[in-house]
């Protein structure tokens, strides 16, 4: 494992920590030596981690239009900001015929309003960092399609197109923001999807022979957020094993495939 201390000192802001993805990544930034602030809804998760990593917690649903000014404000209580990892996100399977209005509004208003009203809000603060890096939780399906998944795709795609404009504005300012593309890990996300699957199938769909783990992802954010990755900005990194270029994804049985 990478040594990534050069993050000590650093102040992140982790949206969706309570659980899952963010929850690695928040821990994995605690043990580089960052001060960690979290975010989610579940505030008994959160606060049980900011006393764990001597953390804060900030509780907020993104689906309330307030939700990112007062993420941003508990993020900078003194002035610092340094990195924020957008990961809080979740997904609707939805058919065409049933992409209402309603879960539409729902997904783009969680996966995509709420990380950019945070991006700006949080942006005076991070260019007075000498390390300001912003990583955007998006997903394989910002590029990959799968069935009944529109909603959810169009909102992480806008997302990423969002981070490749915004690197071209902000790397003067002295900003680098990228994507991180997980593709399949064992989270609540997809459980009843691997579980379903069977998990034993699920891997020969990715060329590295497994479902993927919150800290497969964590580490590819410390890495996204740290000065390893110094002169990258604007770009994704799929983390997936290799899921998404294996174009026999839907093969009856991948085992004959
Ligand atoms: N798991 C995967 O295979 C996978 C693949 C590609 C991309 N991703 C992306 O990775 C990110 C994390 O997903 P995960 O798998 O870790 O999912 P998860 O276990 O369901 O965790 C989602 C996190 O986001 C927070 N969140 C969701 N909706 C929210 C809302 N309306 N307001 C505030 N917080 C909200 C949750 O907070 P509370 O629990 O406190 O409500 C939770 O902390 C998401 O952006 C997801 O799209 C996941």
Known sequence: MTDHTELAG?????TGATHGIGRSIARAFAAAGATVVLHGRDADAGNRLALELSGSFVAADLEDPGAPARIV???TEGGQLDVVVNNAGFEVEAAVDALVPEILTRLLRVNVQ???????????HLERSDGAAI?????????VPV??????????????AFTRTAAIE???????INNLAPGAVRTSMNDHLIHQVGEERFARWIPLGRVGDVDDVA?????????????VTGTTLTVDGG???????????????
């Open 243 to 257: 899921y998404s270029q294996h174009l026999v994804r839907y093969a009856p049985d991948p085992g004959t495939a």
């Open 219 to 231: 580490q590819a954010a410390l890495f996204l957020a740290g000065p390893a990755s110094r002169y």
């Open 114 to 124: 709420a990380p950019v009203e945070i991006i700006r809000l949080a942006l005076p």
């Open 147 to 160: 069935e009944a998944n529109g909603g959810y795709a169009a909102a992480k795609a806008a997302l990423a």
């Open 10 to 14: 650093r102040r992140v802001l982790v």
């Open 73 to 75: 404000d508990a993020a």
């Open 170 to 176: 902000l790397g003067p300012r002295g900003v680098r």
């Open 135 to 143: 990583v955007n939780v998006t997903s394989i399906h910002e590029s």
